[in-house]
């Protein structure tokens, strides 16, 4: 029973997305948490920079809250990335990437080389967002 749904699936997904595109997407994503990564691992750098520089005075102190406020929304959104983006990786182990997780059918690919982590195709996320 379950093997007959996960090869309906994979039937899915084969008409519409070759292995050449699924590895290109595979390496995109893997390009994109590199970077994020790379992103993570210098501002972490610059975080210890800063708690070592001292704070000798008031307007210094106050630059130094609002830049990490800015620096931790920017931090939340790259870590929300690389949750998409692993969540995106392990689809493609699976077979179920590029398939919307509303309504199943097949995501567009070019919304997919827009939006790599897309789970919706383009009429549901309109969909939702018109929910909204
Ligand atoms: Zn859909």
């Not at 790379?38 to 130094?64: C, I, M, P, W, Y």
């Amino acid at each position: 029973m379950t093997k007959s749904i996960k090869n309906s699936y994979y039937k899915n997904i084969a008409d519409k997305l070759t292995k050449k595109e699924l590895l290109f997407f595979k390496k995109e994503l893997e390009d994109k948490e590199n970077k994020i990564l790379l992103n993570l691992k210098n501002q972490d750098n610059e975080g210890n920079d800063n708690r070592t520089s001292d704070l000798r005075d008031e307007v210094d102190h106050a630059f130094f809250l609002e830049n990490n406020a800015t620096n931790n929304a920017i931090l939340r959104e790259q870590y929300k990335m690389l949750n998409q983006i692993n969540r995106s990786l392990h689809k493609i182990n699976i077979g179920t990437y590029g398939i919307c997780n509303l309504c199943e059918e097949v995501i567009d690919i070019e919304r997919l080389k827009v939006t790599l982590f897309a789970e919706q195709c383009i009429s549901c996320k309109e969909l939702l967002e018109q929910k909204r």
